[in-house]
């Protein structure tokens, strides 16, 4: 998953995104929010993380907008959590109101950061932190996956990659989706990183295989693979 931290707090943007990236995520950020804007139509985020005081206008008028469909996005609107200082009820009730999917009051725990990400992007898919495609087994929490009987150890980035495509099994991937999703801006994409990330991975998970190559098409997790691409 991709996500985008729009804090101006340049130490606590840093901090929060590595803490997000060794959680396997990929992270960019923005320290204005003319620079989340021009990130959000460069690039499809699944999630952005949104902090109400920036210096050049407030988090939740921007939240609205993107919400309303007045900021123009990538690809689909991505969800929102909104990171402030402001603790009061009537914040709370304004910030949820603007369209955030949730709202978190500094400072706070990275834990708590944590699992409120992974709840939030779990509200479009599967409600259970366990992904399970066949007798293939993701747990988005512990970051553990296994086939069968079989523990099966991936790096961060192979990781980030399957949960992405469970996420979205049966569905054929384009390359430049998955390079969207799973990689972020400091990605090269005139190599051949997903496709080399990709036979990794196959590698790992053995046989019989469960990710599959639909020609002229993209990459597909299970489900009934076209063995052409549409005319």
């Keep these: 998953m991709r996500l985008l931290v729009v804090e101006d707090e ?9 803490g997000l990236r060794r959680s396997r995520y990929a992270v960019d950020v923005a320290y204005t ?19 109400w005081n920036m210096p050049d206008g407030r988090g939740v008028d921007f939240c609205r907008r993107l919400v309303a469909g007045s900021i123009p996005t990538f690809e689909d609107r991505p969800r929102v959590l909104m990171l402030t200082a402001r ?12 369209g955030a999917d949730d709202y978190l009051v500094k400072p706070f725990a990275f834990a708590e950061l944590q699992a409120r990400v992974r709840a939030i992007l779990r509200r479009d898919e599967d409600t259970s932190p366990v992904l399970v ?17 079989r523990p099966i150890r991936l790096t961060a980035k192979e990781f ?21 999703h799973v990689w972020d801006e400091a990605a090269d994409p005139f190599t051949n990183t997903v496709r ?17 190559t639909v020609p ?9 693979v076209p063995s052409k691409p549409p005319l």
């Design 10 to 18: 340049v130490d606590l943007a840093n901090a929060v995104a590595r």
């Design 216 to 224: 002229g098409r993209g990459y597909v997790l299970g489900g009934d």
């Design 160 to 180: 980030s990659l399957l949960e992405y495509l469970m996420t979205r099994a049966g569905q054929v991937l384009s390359q430049e989706t998955l390079l969207e």
């Design 133 to 149: 495609a066949g007798d293939l087994k993701l747990d988005t929490a512990r970051f553990e996956v296994s086939r069968g009987t």
């Design 33 to 51: 929010l003319e620079e989340g804007f021009l990130r959000l139509v460069s690039a499809g985020y699944d999630l952005v993380i949104l902090d």
């Design 87 to 98: 603790d009061a009820v009537e914040d709370r009730v304004k910030g949820l109101d603007s």
């Design 196 to 212: 080399m990330t990709l036979s990794n991975l196959r590698k790992k998970l053995g046989s019989p295989p469960v990710i599959h």
